[in-house]
């Protein structure tokens, strides 16, 4: 089935750095990728969508220049979080989905702390 | 915009009972419903979804059953094991032609299945 892998994992990262998190689709065409964004024991929350080759649409509250969002090919999107602070601690998710697929493939998130 | 309202919050069950999770939506062109789990630090995964020309669908324990007209569905999980134990979540969306739109999720169930 269709995969998407998410790297890294964990990250831990000094307030005012910046963080990049990387998702590829594996076997399909990812035309739409949406980030979300988890506090904990909370639900995810749509933070953007990005259809390749265009730029992201952010939803509202959410800083397009803070969350940085890159979908220049039909398997990677990237999603850098700049100038991090400790409030930008979360869990970040992404989804991709495709005209061939019904339906969405998550990652498996990235846990980011920001000391 | 749609809006998913998902109950109870948390569900406790005796390993071998049933397990019910009721959704609620409100945009009535929502078309694709799927329920995921989480476990602790990973990403949603699948496990079960029904578009809105089905009234329900079953797989080995689970099923979902689909009220268009009430906008509402359900998560039925039969013959609980301890390892059911996670947090459910159900979501609604949209597919217009060879487009999924953005996924909306319910706040997420809590469920403990005690042996």
């Known amino acids: 089935g269709a995969v998407v892998s998410q790297h890294p994992s964990r990250v831990i990262c000094k307030s005012g750095t910046s963080v990049k998190i990387e998702c590829r689709s594996l076997?399909?065409?990812?035309?739409?990728m949406f980030w979300y964004r988890q506090f904990p024991k909370q639900s995810l929350m749509l933070m953007a969508t990005?259809?390749?080759?265009?730029?992201?649409?952010?939803e509202q509250g959410v800083e397009k220049d803070k969350f940085l969002i890159n979908h220049a090919s039909l398997t990677l999107s990237t999603l850098t979080v700049a100038s991090a602070h400790p409030e930008d601690s979360s869990f970040y998710i992404c989804?991709?989905?495709?005209?061939?697929?019904?339906?969405?493939?998550f990652g498996s998130g990235t846990r980011l702390t920001v000391v | 915009g749609e809006n998913v309202e998902q109950h109870p919050s948390t569900l406790s069950v005796q390993e071998g009972d049933s397990a019910v999770i009721k959704c609620t939506y409100s945009?009535?062109?929502?078309?694709?419903f799927p329920w995921y789990k989480q476990e602790l630090g990973k990403g949603p995964q699948l496990i079960i979804d029904?578009?809105?020309?089905?009234g329900e669908k079953k797989d080995q324990r689970i099923a979902v059953t689909l009220n268009k007209t009430a906008k509402h569905f359900s998560l039925h999980i039969t013959e609980t094991q301890p390892e059911d134990s996670a947090v459910y979540f159900c979501?609604?969306?949209?597919?217009?032609?060879?487009?999924?739109?953005?996924?909306?999720f319910g706040k997420g169930t809590k469920l403990s299945v005690k042996p």
């Open positions: 989804s991709a989905t495709s005209p061939n697929n019904y339906g969405y493939t």
């Open positions: 076997d399909f065409q990812a035309t739409t």
């Open positions: 990005s259809n390749e080759g265009s730029k992201a649409t952010y």
């Open positions: 945009d009535s062109a929502s078309n694709y």
């Open positions: 029904i578009r809105s020309n089905v």
């Open positions: 979501a609604a969306s949209q597919r217009y032609g060879g487009s999924q739109g953005n996924l909306i």
